[in-house]
């Protein structure tokens, strides 16, 4: 049990790590360095969510396609649906998404990142669900840590641009760490809904991999592939593909 509450804890703490550099760094991220970052988020993510999730759905399944293929068409539904029904503001962007709503800059931006969030928590959450069904508790916290490692440039990516649009270093720090909060909430729902529906268990995984990769598509390769610096981003991608797969098969 302790093991499971440390890897459930584990990304919000590389989300807070991140965010902690708005003390470290006078002026906002530079554009190679953050084109870099979402890259290297983005190659984690799909990494993730194909060999720690699709892959064990299938075997889970007796190799059958069905709940992968379900599973993840819920998950992107999912995020789809919450992307359409809650206002929020991407980062860079100067319209807001979703409902109207009289929220300030700041707290759409939050709500943004909330949405971001969630899918990683599901994931993490899933994986210590499947324990014992297929999955090892090295493999759960492999997913983990490589979340984790992720969750540093991005909690950086959060709080640096919180800053620059006039709160505080304390408040930027606190709205970035807090956007990470949804994770270990997400995480502990899902691995009580996962234990109390083990049959559905296969499903909950291929679903935390459409969510994730609903917010890889919708939101990540979209920024890296504005401007210029678009080679590091695809780069950055690369080796955050390569260490998520790297750490799932070694450590799996």
């Known amino acids: 049990m302790n093991a499971v509450i440390i890897g459930i804890l584990i990304p919000f703490a590389g989300t807070v790590l991140g965010s902690a550099c708005v003390f470290l760094m006078r002026n906002e991220i530079p554009d190679r ?26 075997t889970m399944s007796g190799d059958r396609i069905g709940p992968a293929a379900i599973g993840f068409l819920a998950g992107m539904g999912f995020l789809l649906l919450i992307d359409e029904l809650t206002p929020h503001l991407h980062l860079g962007a100067s319209k807001a ?11 759409m931006l939050a709500l943004a990142v909330t949405i971001h969030n969630l899918p990683e928590g599901m994931a993490v959450g899933v994986v210590f669900a499947g324990e014992g069904h297929g999955l090892t508790l090295t493999a759960a916290l492999a997913v983990s840590v490589g979340i984790a ?23 930027s720090f606190l709205i970035g760490s807090l956007s990470g909060a949804v994770e270990p909430i997400g995480s ?7 234990s109390a529906l083990g049959v559905a268990l296969p499903y909950l995984l291929a679903f935390a ?33 390569v260490l998520m797969m790297a750490m799932d098969v070694l450590l799996g």
């Open 33 to 58: 360095l953050q084109k870099s970052m979402l890259g290297f988020t983005s190659g984690v993510m799909v990494a993730a969510s194909v060999w720690s999730l699709l892959i064990p759905s299938i």
């Open 97 to 107: 998404e979703g409902p109207r709503s009289r929220l300030s800059r700041t707290a």
């Open 149 to 171: 490692i992720q969750n540093i440039p991005e909690g950086a990516i959060i709080s640096m641009p919180m800053h620059a649009e006039g709160n505080s270093r304390w408040r």
């Open 188 to 194: 502990v729902a899902i691995l009580l809904l996962a």
């Open 209 to 241: 991999a459409g969510a994730m990769m609903y917010v890889v598509v919708e939101e990540l390769i979209p920024e890296t592939s504005q401007g210029s610096h678009t080679n590091l981003s695809t780069i950055g991608f690369a080796l955050g593909f």
